[in-house]
T-cell receptor, first 109, second 112 residues
């Protein structure tokens, strides 16, 4: 099956810093999503981004499908950004999403 | 609020018991997925239903079973529970047009 890797596994930032999270996948994909799991365990949709670039406030994401990677940018980080960020890919339409292991982000005040 | 509803939010039970987790997908979504997240682990795909039919099966134990009913809600049944079954169980539904996943808040199961 498809393999999904995320880096770095852990990241500690001071409030206000910027960061880039990476997701690599081993095969072509039909869909890709980024999720944020907050400290209460909720999985929050950040981006649905099978290709191209999207921005939502301080967050943006870019997927280069031909090179099999996606990047999530967090600018001016806040303590509420803390949690685990997951990348998930769908190999073909209608199949299940495979999740990466996540990047655990801690933003310190 | 994602629109996916899961009950119960928390459940504490004993080894050997059986529990049922319930999920209502977003209005209009036909697919339901179940995922398991053990402590400090990633999300493991269990099973997917589409409009009442099983579509894909992942690492789901034989002690676990699921179904999707005509009103599209789904239930995940966990039986002969073991300590290692303690986990967050997530349900998700997907948008027909794009396949985008939306997750419920999860059911946290503790087996004592």
């Amino acid at each position: 099956g498809i393999q999904v890797e995320q880096s770095p596994p852990d990241l500690i930032l001071q409030e206000g810093a910027n960061s880039t999270l990476r997701c690599n996948f081993s095969d072509s994909v039909n869909n890709l999503q980024w999720f944020h799991q907050n400290p209460w365990g909720q999985l929050i949709n950040l981006f649905y981004i099978p290709s191209g670039t999207k921005q939502n406030g301080r967050l943006s994401a870019t997927t280069v499908a031909t090179e099999r990677y996606s990047l999530l940018y967090i600018s001016s980080s806040q303590t509420t950004d803390s949690g685990v960020y997951f990348c998930a890919v769908e190999r073909s339409s209608g199949q299940n999403f495979v999740f990466g292991p996540g990047t655990r982000l801690s933003v310190l005040p | 609020d994602s629109g996916v509803t899961q009950t119960p939010k928390h459940l504490i039970t004993a080894t050997g018991q059986r529990v049922t987790l319930r999920c209502s997908p977003r209005s209009g979504d036909l697919s339901v997925y179940w995922y398991q997240q053990s402590l400090d682990q990633g999300l493991q795909f269990l099973i997917q239903y589409y409009n009442g039919e099983e579509r894909a099966k992942g690492n789901i134990l034989e002690r676990f079973s699921a179904q999707q009913f005509p009103d599209l809600h789904s239930e995940l049944n966990l039986s002969s529970l073991e300590l290692g079954d303690s986990a967050l169980y997530f349900c998700a539904s997907s948008v027909i047009e794009t396949g985008e996943l939306f997750f419920g808040e999860g059911s946290r199961l503790t087996v004592l």
